[in-house]
């Protein structure tokens, strides 16, 4: 539940430290000046003073109540001034918000996770929380799919995760270099690698929206219902609230409704791809 | 509650006075080209009630134009706001239920709603563009008002609705006359009503109701959309004027401040997310969304009506776009 009482009131936060993770993409680690918790898959507004404010889910654990870390890539107006931030600033935080991933309904399944480029940020949070309570799943398997090998983010974590029990990593780019060892092609090729009981399985999909639409096709073709396909739909929200509007998708507001939904919730709302 | 008085209209001027030293006070004003909220003074010239409508929907009064919501700036005097029309004291159920809806209670409307006494009329004429009644809505106050006035002749039949309103005419009641209206006079009432639906009837015998237009909506192709979207020309006017449309940006300013400014879908960008993906890119599918938001979705999440017939983004638009024509064109062709 939201930590504030003026759900517009931002919360101050430290910037504790910048982490470059590839050309584009970089993680801040930040402390709230109060301890800041949330459900993995829930989002916070990031505020830079004075200029603006966007939506991430946030990349670290749910388990760590004193810093949150969120991986942001430059791509508009606000996220530039994000990416100008150094070590000692303060930015505001609000939330969090929305309906996370319901990790009770993958209890005793296979995960499945598809995410591509900087969509690694929530399933990263997701991917501790699958660490923490690995007991209750029979496996992890993670297909990560970026443009080039230098935009693979978070390194040093799927280094980490290849050596945890029940978990499996496999990753591809767009366009392989000299030493590349990985798959090469879109993310959905490393569907066809992997070996999975589909009936007792749930795939998880984050990324950019035409990665999103054809991770989910390919998931609905190799047999998955439409109910076990968790969708992270990131759009305009801003509010938070389900007020403002921004991130209206058909009748839901994605802020408040989502941002995860299943496929069968929103395949007949228009415009889900975009 | 729903005690009925009846007051002269010379005492309820007086009344009105009595209480301009506590309150910020509006009434509706014909300035000659249109009906709008203006501040009451004594000897106010153009006051008239029981006719449609305000330029200016209701909401302004709750949602400004720009409101800071991190530091709420109180209003100091408390507002009472006589001459709502129904269609949007209707509207504004649809406000409550998303800035009052729980979890997240919204501060600033809360205070902006709880320092408002609101005083609906029956509409005794229709405009060009009225349909209230073609979406279930009566064009008589019948909730959200705390006081309902209906002035015939020379006197004021009140009707108290909500305990604000009833605490208010307590004080009437204390330094004026006030009476029970005759028999006669609540059958004028009644009658001025019943001319006003048939009217309304009359006017819109062809335009199909509210669920039937989300039903046409949802079945209609591209086709009618781009054609009537031709001479749009995204000024926003139409969400702006309407009662029920509520989306807003946030803005912000030093010192994590933030600024809640009416905002619209009719804009280009409004939905647009960083990396430049915007379902709402197209003209037509923006002019569309604004429909769609009213008569499919809304209905699928709120109990309240998302259009209240007032007619105003018909009478605003400059590209001479009437949505009933467009509705009324989808149901000849159903």
């Known amino acids: 539940m939201p930590a504030q009482e003026n759900m517009y009131k931002p919360l101050r936060a430290r910037v ?26 829930e989002f916070i507004e990031l505020t830079v003073n004075g200029c603006g404010e966007a939506p991430f889910t946030p990349s670290s654990s749910p388990l760590e109540k004193k810093k949150i870390e969120v991986t942001v890539m430059k791509a508009g107006y606000v996220t530039e001034k994000i990416h100008e931030l150094q070590p000692g600033e303060v930015v505001g935080i609000r939330g ?8 009770e309904r993958f209890y005793g399944k296979e995960v499945v996770i598809l995410g591509g480029g900087c969509g690694f940020a929530p399933i990263r949070s997701l991917l501790y929380n699958l660490i923490a309570e690995k007991d209750k799943f029979d496996k992890v398997t993670l297909c990560y799919g970026a443009k080039t090998p230098e935009d693979c983010i ?24 000299e030493g590349w060892e990985e798959r090469e092609g879109v993310v959905t090729v490393l569907l066809d690698d992997i070996k999975v009981n589909i009936t007792n399985s749930v795939a998880v999909v984050c990324g950019p929206p035409i990665m999103m639409k054809f ?60 | 509650m729903n005690e009925v008085l009846q007051i002269t209209r010379a ?24 009906i709008e909220y203006e501040i009451y003074a004594s000897n106010l010239e153009g006051v008239v009630y029981n006719r449609p409508v305000p330029v200016s929907p209701l909401k302004s009064f709750f949602l400004p134009v720009k409101e800071n919501v991190v530091i709420h700036r109180k209003i100091h005097n408390k507002r009472l706001i006589i001459g709502v029309p129904s269609c949007d004291l209707a509207g504004l159920a649809l406000l409550d239920e998303i800035y009052l809806g729980e979890p997240f209670v919204d501060s600033a409307y809360r205070e902006n709603r709880d320092q408002t006494v609101l005083i609906g009329t029956d509409c005794h004429e229709i405009r060009e563009n009225c349909h209230c009644t073609s979406y279930g809505i009566e064009p008589y106050p019948e909730s959200n008002a705390d006081v309902t006035l209906a002035a015939i002749e020379d006197k004021m039949i009140i009707t108290l609705k909500s305990e604000k309103g009833s605490a208010l ?25 019943k001319e006003t639906k048939d009217r309304l009837a009359e006017q819109n015998q062809h335009l199909p109701g509210y669920a039937a237009t989300g039903n046409l909506i ?33 803005i912000d300013r030093p010192d994590f401040e933030k600024v809640r400014q009416v905002d ?35 209905p699928e999440t709120f109990k309240s009506t998302a259009c209240t017939g007032c007619g105003r983004c018909i009478d605003c638009c400059i590209g001479s776009i009437s949505k009933n024509k467009i509705f009324m064109e989808m149901a000849a062709n159903s």
């Open chain 2, 264 to 298: 619209a879908c009719q804009y280009p960008g409004f939905e647009r997310i960083a990396a430049g993906e915007d379902p709402l890119r197209q003209k037509y599918v923006r002019f569309r969304n604004r429909y769609m938001c009213k008569y499919v979705w809304k």
């Open chain 2, 169 to 193: 005419f307590d004080r009437c009641r204390r330094s004026f006359p006030v009476g029970e209206p005759g028999e006669a006079i609540l059958k004028l009432v009644q009658q001025k009503r």
């Open chain 1, 154 to 177: 978070y390194k040093p974590f799927v280094d980490e995760l290849r050596k945890v029990e029940k978990f499996e990593v496999l990753r591809s780019v767009d366009k392989a270099d």
């Open chain 1, 96 to 103: 969090p918000f929305g309906r996370g991933y319901p990790l």
């Open chain 2, 218 to 250: 949802r079945k209609s192709g591209d086709e009618i959309w781009i054609r009537h979207s031709s001479t749009c020309v995204s000024c926003g006017a139409c969400a702006t004027i309407c009662p029920t449309c509520t989306c807003f940006l946030l």
């Open chain 1, 215 to 274: 991770g989910t096709f390919k998931l609905l073709e190799m047999g998955y219902p439409e109910h076990d396909i968790f969708l992270s739909m990131e759009k305009n929200m801003s509010c938070g609230l389900g007020k403002c509007g921004h991130c209206m998708m058909g009748k839901y507001y994605v802020c408040k409704d989502g941002p995860v939904f299943t496929y069968e919730e929103i395949k007949d709302q228009p415009d889900i791809w975009k």
């Open chain 2, 11 to 34: 005492n309820w001027n007086l009344f009105l006075d009595s209480l301009l030293t506590e309150m910020d006070i509006y009434v509706p004003v014909d300035n000659g080209y249109s």
């Open chain 1, 16 to 41: 504790e430290k910048v982490i470059p993770e590839s050309p584009a993409i970089k993680s801040f680690v930040l402390l709230p000046e109060r301890e800041f918790a949330f459900r993995t898959g």
